[in-house]
Nanobody
């Protein structure tokens, strides 16, 4: 069993930055690809970013490319999402996800994800 706990959300003005963290319990963190998803009010949950076991291979949805960076520290059982140049349309609840095997499938859906965090709210004001 893996528990994921997100932190670092909050309110920020447009153009600002936030860094989300997701810390996992257990000793198997480095056997999971990790990802971030988000869900805005009235919308479906959507993929944001994912990385493979080492963190070297990364995937992003087009709307965040060049602004967001996913990274992980396996020694700390933590995955990060650095969010720069934030826009009001980035406002959402952000969820951390853990998936065994390759990270790429997370970029097209939630199938195969074993664990989810409870989510953390990011609000970007205009």
């Amino acid at each position: 069993q893996v528990q994921l706990v997100e932190s670092g959300g909050g309110l920020v003005q447009a153009g600002g930055s936030l860094r989300l963290s997701c810390t996992a319990s257990g000793r198997t963190f480095n056997t999971y690809a990790m990802g971030w998803f988000r869900q805005a009010p009235g919308k479906e949950r959507e993929f944001v970013a994912a990385c493979n076991l080492s963190g070297i291979i990364r995937y992003y949805t087009d709307s965040v490319k060049g602004r967001f960076t996913i990274s992980r520290d396996n020694a700390k059982n933590t995955v990060y999402l650095q969010m720069n140049s934030l826009k009001p349309e980035d406002t959402a609840v952000y969820y951390c996800a853990a998936k065994p095997g390759p990270a790429q499938p997370m970029s097209v859906g939630t199938y195969g994800i074993d664990y989810w965090g409870k989510g953390i709210l990011v609000t970007v004001s205009s």
